[in-house]
C-alpha cells in the first residue's frame, strides 16, 4: 500500500476527513504508478497542492525559498511538478495544501 496523507484544505476532497484526524488515504499501486498518476486517481488537483513530500523528502514546492531550509530533497530541482516520479508498495506521500506553509526548520 502506498499511504498518502493529506493536510489543510485538500483534505476537502475527502468526505471521510474529521477535523482533529489525521486524513490518510491508502491506494494499492500498480508497477507503472508514479505521483501523478496516484493525484489523479485520487482525484487531488495538482494545482490545489503547495508542498509535496515521497518518504520524508521534499519533492515538489510552490515556495522559492523551500531548498534553503535543509529540508531532504527527493530530487534537484523542487520546482520541478512533472510528478512522473515512481512509487511502490511502502512509499508515504504527503500532500500540504497552498494553505499550509512550510516555515523553516
Not at 24 to 35: A, G, N, R, S, Y
Not at 79 to 97: E, K, M, N
Amino acid at each position: 500500500m502506498v499511504e498518502i496523507h493529506v493536510y489543510g484544505k485538500l483534505r476537502q476532497h475527502f468526505e471521510e476527513s474529521r477535523p482533529g484526524q489525521d486524513t490518510v488515504v491508502l491506494v494499492e499501486p500498480d508497477p507503472q504508478d508514479t505521483v501523478r498518476s496516484l493525484l489523479e486517481a485520487t482525484g487531488i488537483p495538482v494545482d490545489e497542492i503547495s508542498h509535496i513530500f515521497v518518504n520524508a523528502k521534499l519533492l515538489s514546492t510552490r515556495n522559492s525559498m523551500a531548498a534553503y531550509y535543509g529540508y531532504p530533497q527527493a530530487g534537484a530541482d523542487l520546482t520541478d511538478w512533472g510528478l512522473d516520479v515512481p512509487v511502490g508498495d511502502g512509499d508515504r506521500i504527503g500532500l500540504f495544501g497552498r494553505d499550509m506553509a512550510i516555515l523553516g526548520m
